[in-house]
């Protein structure tokens, strides 16, 4: 049975999800268990690093990143990018059963539409062309139309980074986001150019001393370094709540524009295929703000209040009072204090 460049890069992508969706679970267990054993990783402790099933997360984190960057190199981005928010309801999911953060009913739409959504995106996913080549992806790369995109993004990116960010950047979150979503479509452009490299080295073609190697390298660690950058900024001004999903929604937007002009994704598909494709990404982006709207009403305990965690729930004794909290996310936010 032949599989489909498509078909592997799908496996990849959920596999991917998988791994990472997991990798949450499997850290905040670890550092619940390294902060009723030390001191908090919120506050400067690393007795996380002596716990195992903090460093079990890690491991499934670095696998499901791999197998993402994979699936890149098989399947188009309009396929591969849209598919980790699955990396999300499966954190959603495990979190409700094993950390006893409860998924409220807005939280349940929201996971079944990013579900139907991702359904919809599959089926009408278009065949890409995979490149053979660094060549033909350098061809690609100086085409008119991507040209024309990547002095269009690099000028609104100098824009933010030269007048926005100074007058607006502690004010308005877009800034921040936009500096690191542009830059984000090259990054996915190049990790594919670098997949497509280091395929051809290990089947014996030798890329190390091509050019457009280096380069799109170069490229991918500089836009990396950048988006890292302005995230933490926008995570440091603004509520990680409207951060994530406002994040999520663009930095896919632009993946998917870049890679439909660079790689024509879309080329040759039917008006009615590329429709269904765009109704089942605003789904997934629907279910993604709901998701995220329910994890912002979650109750968060106040300074002064004691807490722990007994291995199943977080508890809490607050003004005499005891409480049972069934938010864990403080605990990566909070020091643990006591009112005089």
């Known amino acids: ?24 679970i499997l850290k905040k267990k670890g550092l619940k268990r390294a ?20 460093w079990t997360g890690m491991i499934s984190m670095i696998v499901g990143e791999v197998a993402n960057f994979v699936a890149y190199i098989y399947a188009p981005a309009v396929l591969v990018t849209p598919l980790g928010v699955l990396s999300i309801i499966i954190s959603a999911i ?15 739409l929201g996971c079944i539409s990013c579900i139907v959504g991702s359904v919809v995106i599959v089926i009408h996913a278009p065949q890409e062309n995979m490149p053979a080549s660094l060549e033909e992806i350098w061809i690609l790369a100086t085409q008119p139309a991507f040209l024309a995109y990547v002095a269009a993004t690099l000028s609104m990116v100098l824009a933010l980074i030269l007048h926005f ?22 990054t996915i452009v190049s990790i594919k150019a670098i997949g497509i490299a280091i395929k051809l080295t290990l089947e014996g073609i030798s890329q190390v001393a091509y050019p457009p190697t280096w380069f799109f390298l170069s490229v991918a660690v500089i836009c990396v370094i950048t988006q890292l950058n302005y995230l933490n900024k926008a995570l440091d001004t603004f509520n990680t709540a409207i951060v994530s999903p406002l994040y999520y929604v663009m930095f896919t937007t632009m993946t998917i524009i870049a890679s439909a002009i660079m790689f024509k994704d879309w080329a040759g598909q039917s008006a009615s295929d590329i429709i269904s494709a765009i109704c089942g990404f605003i789904t997934v982006l629907s279910g993604t703000v709901m998701l995220h709207v329910t994890r912002e009403q ?3 305990p106040l300074p002064g209040t004691v807490t722990w965690y007994d291995g199943e729930q977080i508890k ?22 006591t009112k005089n």
């Not at 009723?36 to 903090?54: F, I, K, M, Q, S």
């Not at 495990?94 to 349940?108: D, I, M, N, P, S």
């Not at 004010?171 to 479509?185: A, E, F, H, K, Q």
Request: proline share 3%; glycine share 10%; with cysteine.
């Open 316 to 337: 809490a004794i607050e003004d005499g009072h005891y409480i049972l909290l069934h938010d864990s996310e403080y605990l990566d936010s909070y020091s643990v204090s």
């Open 165 to 186: 960010e100074p007058r607006y950047g502690q004010t308005n979150i877009l800034v921040y986001l936009g500096i690191c979503s542009l830059m984000g479509s090259f």
């Open 35 to 54: 902060a009723a054993a030390g001191t908090r990783a919120g506050v400067g402790g690393y007795a996380y690093l002596l716990e195992p099933l903090w």
């Open 298 to 300: 979650e109750p968060v």
């Open 94 to 108: 495990l979190a409700h059963f094993l950390l006893k953060e409860r998924l409220q009913r807005l939280g349940v």
């Open 1 to 24: 049975m032949v599989i489909s460049d498509n078909t592997r890069g799908l496996i990849l992508a959920i596999s991917s999800s998988l791994f990472i969706g997991t990798s949450f």
